[in-house]
């Protein structure tokens, strides 16, 4: 099996060499490939050294003494909690300069401090904050309490008279295992977690690993509580009610205490749960609670009503200091519905939900939660899984986590505590593009060459990075919504890529071209212009561009009969490293410098024989190894050759595919100009209807406002990487159902061997490809015109292990 597809019969290749009527010097003019980079907000391939995924940036919002905690408020400033008793706000991505809210008797000996903050969901009218916080008081056992008290907040400013006392006396006699989270549910209540305390209060057991304060119900320690947020007492529907049982919010944790079970617990069996959240997506309850272990296991534990999660007889999944494989929970304990060893993380800190529809969809239903020793953050998926092999992110002594709204999109905001950094994960949000009215698409009569920064007259000069060029396309503005244009990125200085939009509009997220230092590049591609026909380029390197205006899509407000698509199964027409033959037609002649190769299309590969303007191709150049690089132009059957070309071999068994729009020959066919190529190989995709095709609305094609990205598994959204040869399916979220068809660009990157990838709507894999690796750890990409399935999906298939970019750049309609 070869890098485009397997060929189509076993016929041998011809004995006769025809590689020297194809070479020659390189020719100035340039062909074009698309080799679309694959990059959200248009940046560079991320560096491998980078710890996220890909399209996701990590940025310092700003510093804060030794920050444990993080919340944003419902009125969307975010709080930073200090450990020394210092409540700082961030707002606008920023960190306020003054503290709202500065505690003098706060202890910080250990684990103590100021540990968690919740807000009332009305937090804009009634002002209420909770703060948890490790408090002096000199005649406890240890020295210290922890305590819960609402506040009154008024603008950036937490009043500290306005302190209201709801839960006391929580023991924090070893200094260590406070838990100390805080968060108002859906229910209205206000859930506290508190760790063991280090050592049992009561005085009954012992420390570390014997203490058994959490199986202790008569205690507050290693529990998570529910309570009324206006008295601190036990919330209604707590598990333990009756006899036996009374409100324990303020009689303290001490070897005196009593030993009726506390009705503020809601479950038990914690040794230090310092993070816990709350599931936004959820129409109920839920949460999620972060335990810390001793010394074998970290474990996240979904909580439930009276639920006992085994500390200190369980650690983990497993009995106390053993890793698996290991003895279940007996007696209903609950284990934990994730779990990992000490070569993972040393203590598990913060997690959050990921709020659904903001993020890749991917990520709706996941947990996001961190290790603090090992600095790794893993997602926990909506079925449940979770790769501890491949972290979401890195970054040591990360403490605490929430997400936070922004209008770039949703912000993964954290806090390292051993920096002292208050910092941001950001996803940017991609806008929904809006389809053009409908369109009908009319071929240039002569493909037509209209900048080229080479020539004197276009500055004669490469492009600047990172400097937008307006180019004037010759198109009447008036009429015309886009263009099809090759665009040629020529010699990069390094590692680069172009971007080409409509002048005057935002610049896309996507990008058109890329390409490594000194290659010859370049993209077919669908671009809407302005009222005076004009685009936009911007390269990030310095580099010469060169744009070919192909064709226009102009105004059809109602049935039309030319400029209609007409989508087909992909199909090949030729190979020429076959022999010519009846189902391989097609001939050759010498016309120097280049070879023609001429194809009949009318009557073949599901093309008519009447009503065709143009036909819809993949052509694919494929060059020895010891090929210098060449070009091919592809011109109606008989016509002079064009003062273009389609596309470039960058030589050395380089095999680049390019999507090819061309009107046919009075014959019905095509001629294929090769320089310095030495094979090529074409499949049909479809058509587009002449002047004597019956009037419709099908096959109008609508532009989007900006290209947009369907898929990218390097995120991933969209759908996953290929593991190996398989077929993925994509429902487009910006293309209608009903719709026949799409134009897209697919980019394959990181691919682990040659291969090719083949978009097609439905069946089986057709013998055709749309983009082609020549080997592995390439970025290579080519557009595509395909048929959408009945289904109205669409249909991916690799051949090799690869991640693909996937980005929508119009569609076209189907029966009304």
């Known amino acids: 099996m070869d890098p485009l597809v397997q060929r189509r019969r076993p016929t041998p290749r011809p004995a ?47 510093s804060v003494p030794v920050p444990v905690g993080i919340r944003r408020l419902p009125t969307g400033v975010v709080a ?8 700082h706000l961030a707002r606008d991505g920023v960190v306020l300069p003054a503290p709202a809210l500065a505690l003098s008797d706060v202890c910080t000996e250990s684990e103590r401090g100021l540990l968690g903050i919740a807000a009332a969901p009305d937090l804009a009218t009634t002002g209420h904050v909770y703060l948890y916080a490790t408090r002096t008081a000199p005649s406890a056992p240890g020295g210290c309490v922890n305590r819960v008290s609402r506040f009154t907040m008024a603008g950036d400013v937490i009043d500290p008279a306005s302190e209201v006392v709801l839960v006391d006396g929580i023991s924090s006699v070893a200094g260590n295992h406070n838990g100390g989270d805080l968060e108002i549910g859906k229910d209205g209540m206000l859930w506290i977690s508190v760790g063991d305390a280090g050592r049992d209060p009561r005085g009954d057991s012992g420390s570390a690993g014997s203490n058994d304060a959490a199986q ?10 529910r309570v009324d947020p206006a008295t601190g007492g036990p919330a209604p529907g707590n598990p333990y009610t009756g006899a036996g049982t009374a409100s324990c919010r303020t009689r303290g944790n001490t070897p005196s205490t009593p030993t009726t079970t506390c009705q503020e617990i809601y479950a038990s069996g914690f040794r230090n749960p310092w993070r816990f959240a709350f599931d936004p997506n959820a129409a109920a309850v839920r949460a999620f609670v972060n335990d810390v272990g001793q010394g074998a296991r970290e474990e996240v534990d979904e909580l439930v009503a009276g639920g006992n999660y085994g500390w200190p007889a369980r650690e983990g999944a497993c009995p106390q200091g053993q890793n698996p494989p290991c003895a279940g929970p007996t007696g209903g304990l609950i284990d934990p519905i994730t779990d990992y060893p000490r070569s993972q993380g040393t203590y598990i800190t913060g997690g959050a939900f990921v709020p659904n529809g903001f993020w890749p969809r991917q990520f709706d239903g996941a947990y996001l939660f961190g290790d603090g020793g090992s600095g790794r953050m893993w997602v926990r998926t909506a079925a449940g899984t979770v790769n501890y092999a491949v972290p979401f992110h890195t970054a040591p002594g990360m ?28 996803f940017p949000t991609q806008p929904i593009p809006t389809a053009s009215a409908p369109l009908r698409y009319q ?23 990172n400097t937008a060029r307006t180019v004037t396309t010759g198109v009447d503005g008036a009429v015309t919504r886009a263009v099809l244009v090759n665009i040629a990125y020529v010699a990069p200085d390094s590692a680069g890529f172009l971007t080409a939009w409509a002048a005057g509009a935002a610049q896309p997220f996507t990008s058109n071209v890329n390409a490594l230092a000194g290659e010859v590049v370049a993209n077919a591609a669908v671009v809407p212009v302005d009222a005076q026909g004009r685009i936009q380029l911007l ?25 209609r698509f007409v989508p087909l199964a992909p199909d090949r027409l030729i190979d020429t490293r076959d022999a010519a033959g009846a189902d391989n037609a097609y001939s050759e002649r010498a016309d120097a410098p280049v070879l023609v190769v001429n194809a009949p299309v009318a009557g073949r590969s599901g093309t008519p024989t009447t009503g065709v303007s143009s036909v819809v191709l993949t052509v694919t150049a494929v060059s020895s190894a010891t090929s210098a690089g060449g070009w091919v132009a592809v011109a109606p059957g008989a016509a002079p050759r064009p003062p273009i070309s389609n596309l470039n071999s960058n030589g050395r068994g380089d095999i680049r595919p390019n999507l090819v729009v061309v009107p046919l020959g009075a014959d019905g066919s095509i001629d294929l100009h090769l320089f310095a190529v030495d094979h090529l190989v074409v499949d049909v995709t479809g058509y587009f209807t002449d002047s004597s095709a019956p009037s419709s609305t099908v096959g109008r094609f609508r532009t989007l406002s ?3 990205r369907e898929v990218d598994t390097r995120t991933p959204f969209g759908f996953d990487a290929y593991p190996g040869p398989d077929t993925r399916e994509l429902d487009p979220v910006v293309v209608p159902a009903g719709a026949i068809g799409v134009a897209h660009n697919l980019t394959i990157v990181n691919n682990a061997a040659a291969g090719f990838v083949t978009a ?30 009945g289904d109205g999906r669409l249909r991916y298939y690799s051949m090799v292990a690869t991640d693909l970019v996937i980005d929508v750049t119009g569609w076209f309609e189907g029966p009304a």
């Open 216 to 225: 202790d119900l008569s205690l507050l320690n290693g529990k998570i509580l």
């Open 80 to 87: 930073v909690l200090g450990k020394a008793g210092r409540v």
């Open 443 to 465: 071929p240039t009569a002569t493909a037509e060459r209209v900048f080229d920064s080479r020539r004197p007259a276009d500055g004669a000069a490469p492009l600047a990075g």
């Open 539 to 563: 390269t990030n390197v310095s580099a010469h561009v060169v744009v070919d205006l192909l064709g226009t899509f102009v105004d059809a407000p109602g049935a039309v009969t030319a400029g």
């Open 706 to 708: 900006n290209p947009y």
């Open 760 to 789: 097609f709507g439905e069946g089986g894999v057709p013998g055709a490809s749309t983009a082609n690796a020549s080997g592995p750890a390439q970025l290579r990409a080519a557009a595509a015109f395909t048929r959408a399935g």
């Open 16 to 62: 006769r060499r025809r590689e020297n009527s194809r070479r020659g010097r390189r020719s100035l003019v340039v062909a074009t490939v698309l080799a679309a980079l694959p990059a959200v907000g248009a940046v560079a391939p991320a560096s491998p050294a980078a710890a996220l995924p890909f399209g996701y940036s990590d940025t310092l919002v700003g």
């Open 399 to 426: 403490s605490d986590m929430d997400f936070v709204p922004e209008p770039a999109g949703l912000a993964l905001y954290y806090v390292l505590t051993g920096s002292s950094q208050v910092r941001k994960v950001v």
